[in-house]
């Protein structure tokens, strides 16, 4: 696992060269944004030590394999960790794939069941240390986004990903389709995506891809093209 610093504040670990997760320091401790893929627990602690700070919080964007696979492992190593989930997300965690009244999409996939339960259901809005917590479903019912208050640096989940370039969830593009398949609701997507995109984020960091400095031109490209192929919530 690969460690990029972005910021003072931001550190990007990447597996296998496509999966992220993020180590925010705050002061003498670290908050974790999502867990990456099972067995990935030993290289995050390695990362943290690293650092010389410990991991106090570990935040959830979603609840996809790839994002909580070694929230478990890593658990069992963080006694009194705080576990921080979107109150809509959340469920899903705990294996109960049910749609709330209204809500439609493809049938979910791609999740884990986890043993851990959440201390914090995070709202629009919340903080979790430095982090503003921003929802924005549709790549899964409950998906969130942080934004870091000191930076107006996003850190969004699948919400996006630049793999190819900046793309929003639920796009499909014949050479690049996971946007789409992997995405529950796209129509949903693409709402959320012009929401991130009017934040005007410092930067992009995001669970697949690189980071971006200065996104909001390529952001609002990317949500153009979102809206085009699905022009209405639906």
């Known amino acids: ?28 401790e670290l908050t974790l944004v999502d867990t990456n893929l099972p067995g990935s627990r030993r290289a995050i602690l390695r990362a943290a030590r ?55 999409g493809k049938p979910l996939f791609g999740f884990k069941r986890v043993r851990s339960s959440a201390h914090r259901l995070l709202k629009d809005g919340d903080k979790v240390g430095s982090l503003r ?9 409950g998906h969130i986004a942080f934004v870091d208050v000191r930076d107006n640096s996003l850190i969004a989940g699948d919400s996006f990903i630049t793999q190819k ?11 690049f389709p996971m ?18 995109s009017a934040l005007k984020p410092s930067r992009l960091a995001v669970g697949h891809g690189h980071t971006v400095l200065s996104p909001s031109s390529l952001m609002d490209r990317a949500v153009e093209i979102a809206m085009q192929q699905h022009p209405s919530h639906g």
Do not use: Q
């Open 165 to 175: 370039g900046i793309v929003a969830a639920g796009v499909y593009n014949v050479l």
């Open 179 to 196: 946007p789409a398949w992997f995405s529950w609701n796209c129509a949903l997507s693409a709402l959320s995506a012009a929401k991130l």
């Open 133 to 141: 917590v921003v929802t924005c479903p549709g790549h899964t019912p």
């Open 50 to 104: 690293s650092l010389r700070s410990r991991i106090n919080r570990i935040a959830i964007t979603h609840a996809h394999f790839d994002h909580v696979g070694s929230l478990d492992a890593l658990v069992k190593k963080l006694p009194g960790v705080e576990i921080c989930v979107g109150e809509r997300e959340a469920r899903l965690l705990n294996g109960n794939h049910s749609l709330d009244p209204g809500e439609k």
């Open 1 to 28: 696992m690969r460690v990029i610093r972005e910021t003072n504040n931001l550190f990007r670990l990447t597996r296998l060269g496509m999966f992220n997760c993020f180590l925010v320091r705050e002061g003498g």
